[in-house]
């Protein structure tokens, strides 16, 4: 039973355009969305997060929405940049889970010069 | 800071074989997670560490265990590997359990089972 989803495996876009990545989750008992960014070889780096009693968190050129009643979240990342391109996961966590995060399958992003 | 240090970064192993991966958190961070990323099934949680207890298992068999030392650093151990367990195996460390402080990745173990 796959809790997070990606359904995007890969989003491809210019430099410059703005990036939109997107998750869905079916677990009502989430309450904090997290994302990170994984390039070959490394480990998932901590991106940007939310707790459930916001619907928007912005960090420079992240962007992360939250709409509870869809259980579905978004990273905007404007402008985007080549450096930007790696796999980006979604994951989540509830009250009762501790520091558990269950994660989707990633999107690779690409952008294009 | 230093980051999350895992040794050693790449492991080949025959299939019976038993393998211990080391986890190092960031200084002052007392929770330890240990992830598992396959191609098919992504991130897939292993368990979780405060305090040198368990707190936390996922859905693996009872060949993956952990353990964590007073001083936060944490082992995972192996027992009699298949072909199935190769995989990156990413520890996590935060500073509590549960505070929603963002879990801090080390770049991984990447098991090879042959």
């Known amino acids: 039973d796959q809790q997070v989803k990606q359904n995007s495996p890969s989003l491809s876009v210019q430099e410059g355009r703005i990036s939109i990545l997107n998750c869905d989750y079916t677990n009502s008992m989430f309450d904090y969305f997290l994302w990170y960014k994984k390039y070959p070889a490394e480990g998932p780096t901590f991106l940007i997060s939310?707790?459930?009693?916001?619907d928007k968190n912005e960090d420079g050129r992240f962007t992360v929405f939250l709409n509870k009643s869809a259980k579905h979240l978004s990273l905007h990342i404007v402008p985007s940049q080549p450096g930007d391109s790696a796999v980006y996961f979604c994951a989540a966590s509830g009250e009762t889970s501790g520091s558990r995060l269950t994660f989707g399958e990633g999107t690779q992003l690409t952008v294009n010069p | 800071k230093a980051g999350v240090t895992q040794t050693p970064r790449y492991l080949i192993k025959t299939r019976g074989q038993q393998v211990t991966l080391s986890c190092s958190p960031i200084?002052?961070?007392?929770?330890v997670s240990w992830y598992q990323q396959t191609p098919g099934q992504g991130l897939q949680f292993l368990f979780e560490?405060?305090?040198?207890?368990?707190?936390n298992k996922g859905n693996f068999p009872g060949r993956f265990s952990g353990r964590q030392f007073s001083n936060s650093r944490s082992e995972m151990n192996v027992s009699t590997l298949e072909l199935g367990d190769s995989a990156l195996y990413l520890c996590a460390s935060s500073y509590g359990m549960g505070d929603n402080s963002p879990l801090h990745f080390g770049n991984g173990t990447r098991l090879t089972v042959t």
């Open positions: 939310i707790s459930s009693i916001k």
């Open positions: 200084s002052g961070h007392r929770s």
């Open positions: 560490y405060f305090s040198e207890t368990q707190r």
